[in-house]
């Protein structure tokens, strides 16, 4: 009987352990469940979703944020969202194995994105920054430039930080050390809100899977003169010229710093990183300058060609020994300016062009020559800015096309897109980035053709030549100016990308030699009616004493306000370029004149407003005013910048002189 008691007691102990096993199993399922359950919906749904699918939603985001018909709250929202999503896409394994153009692109032109490798003890750490330009539409004239890095050491392991939110800087460069402090990241590029960019440097440490900003403390230096630099906690540093010349920045061979220079190569400035984490700044003198003024065998005279409503200013070549080239040189710039702007058939029906120039490189080689000016058509809302250039081979006696001088290729255009060229106007800076690789290669090689009416040669692309830099002007939309500049250095310009070496051997920068302005007879009283309220006696840098003089004319059967210097006999010695205000009919007299350095270059310059007849502003008995700006050169030439005057008006800082004084001043302006 024992036995069979021993057997319950087992077989009840068998399904208690049964009970326990099963009800651990249940537990266990349950458990799972649980954990299953608390996972969100939309994360398993994200993980679900492929790369590529994920890349072209994004890319559909970034469309309403550049959609200017999309209400402004909309198009904020969704750029948060772009920048979020964007940096969640980066640690992607996928994303790496794009290239930098194909990202580029696949973004529509709004990015910037540098890639390099970095040997770091034993392992090789792959690093790529990208910049992210949000839309000036809605961000402001400055920009806002987003800055991302993504770091991996296999494919396997990806990692992605937002660096900069919303700053003004862009980034064209980069250095990966290590240090005493571990892994540094040092930026270099440019800061956007002034103009021209000053550069700036900013150092970041890597911790754990973190970037961080760190301040740069620098040994106390004397810096060069005119040079600026501006120290804050936990910023970039910024060095900036007092002259406001172009600055360009770049890593040094050995990858341990930063060489910065100005425009003119004269004098740099080397900012150094040392393993201990300690920073240096030496400022470099060149030994042997690259620039070297030019014994020119010629000289330019003007000539004017005035008809139907038509004006057109334009250079002619004087004292060239050689008749025969002479005549063949004068006849190609006679043609290129006229060719196909007298010829509109509508001008007989009121139809106004008006067209100066300005001489943009002289030399013994080159003769760039940049037309600039107006259409107007009776009863039309504006004028359209019209732009064309006319480049010479002195040598050659021929026209030189941009094509002639660089490949216009894919480098090319990755190069204008770098963030290496300069809008001439800095609230033109962002419009570059609207032109996809594919329309600049077909715009710009075939640059520099001047064909049918002034309608059409407003919406064709030029190039020109300076003394250190050759520039491009891409037509664009009436209310961003019709018409936008941006200007590379030659020194910024690969070997590879460059057509005719031959040319290129006297490309090298030149020293602007002084403008020789041929002075003209004696003021005609009987066209110009002067103003002696707003005429004075003053010195100009580089003309001494002399006599600023107000009149006002008709010109063309259209009444304007036009401004010369002449010396004591009354002779003219300059004839300022046309006055902006003229663009619009009806004159009711000059309200102010007044005489200041403007950009601080040391040069006095001209401001100007006049009152426009009350017919044709906003009140039949309320004249409205116009301002405008004439700039001293370094070669006592004046210049305007049309698209600063359209902006001084169109936001209402043209009511007083000190309007117009405060609103310049916070502009960085250079026109030398």
Known sequence: MNYLKDGRIFYVLLLLCSFVVLNGCVKEHSSSKVEADRVPPLQNKAEAIPYSNKLDALVQTLRIVDDENMDTDVRQNKLQEFTQEFNLLLSEPESVEMKDGELVEKFDNKLTVLTKSFQLKNEQLNVRVLNFRAPNTLTGTIGSKYTFIQWWTTKQLIHAQMLGDGGPELTTDFVVRDSDHGIQLWLGGYVSIYHPDPVFVDLWELSGQKWTQKRIVIDKMKLPDLWELNEDVNEPIIFENRQHDTMGIEVLDHGDGFLINRDDSEQNIIIKFSKSGEVRIDSEHSITSNTHIEQQSYELIQEKYSENGIVIKYPQITKLKDTAKRKSL?????????????????????????????????????????????????????????????????????????????????????????????????????????????????????????????????????????????????????????????????????????????????????????????????????????????????????????????????????SGNYFFLLDKQNYILYSFPKFYGNNWPGRDGLAAVAFKDMNKDGLKDVVIIAYVDAGAGPSIQDPFPIAGIYFQKKNKTFTTLPALDQAINDKGHNQTIKDVIQYASKQRINVN
């Open 330 to 558: 004068n006849q190609i710039l006679k043609n290129e300016a006229l060719k196909g702007l007298y010829k509109d058939g509508d001008f007989d029906s009121g139809v106004h062009v008006e067209i100066d120039y300005e001489i943009k490189r002289q030399s013994e080689r080159f003769l760039s020559v940049q037309y600039a000016g107006i259409r107007y058509v009776k009863d039309a809302a504006y004028p359209n800015h019209m732009f064309y250039t006319t480049n010479l081979d002195m040598k050659q006696a021929s026209k030189l096309r941009l094509s002639d001088l660089i490949k216009v290729e894919k480098p090319f255009i990755e190069l204008i897109k770098s963030g290496k060229i300069t809008a001439v106007q800095p609230e033109q800076k962002g419009l570059i980035g609207d032109f996809t690789k594919d329309d600049l290669i077909q715009s710009l090689a075939s640059a520099d053709v001047t064909e049918g009416s002034p309608v059409e040669a407003g919406m064709e692309s030029f190039s020109y030549l300076t003394s250190d830099s050759l520039g491009i002007s891409v037509p664009v939309a009436h209310a961003v100016g019709d018409h936008a500049e941006y200007e590379i250095r030659f020194a910024q310009i690969p070997e590879n990308i460059k057509q005719n070496k031959e040319l290129w051997s006297e490309l090298s920068p030149v020293v602007e030699q002084s403008v020789s302005t041929v002075g003209g007879g004696k003021l005609d009283s009987d066209q110009y009616s002067i103003d002696e309220e707003q005429s004075f006696e003053i010195n100009f840098e580089g003309w001494g004493h002399v006599k600023f003089v107000s009149t006002d004319a008709m010109i063309e059967e259209v």
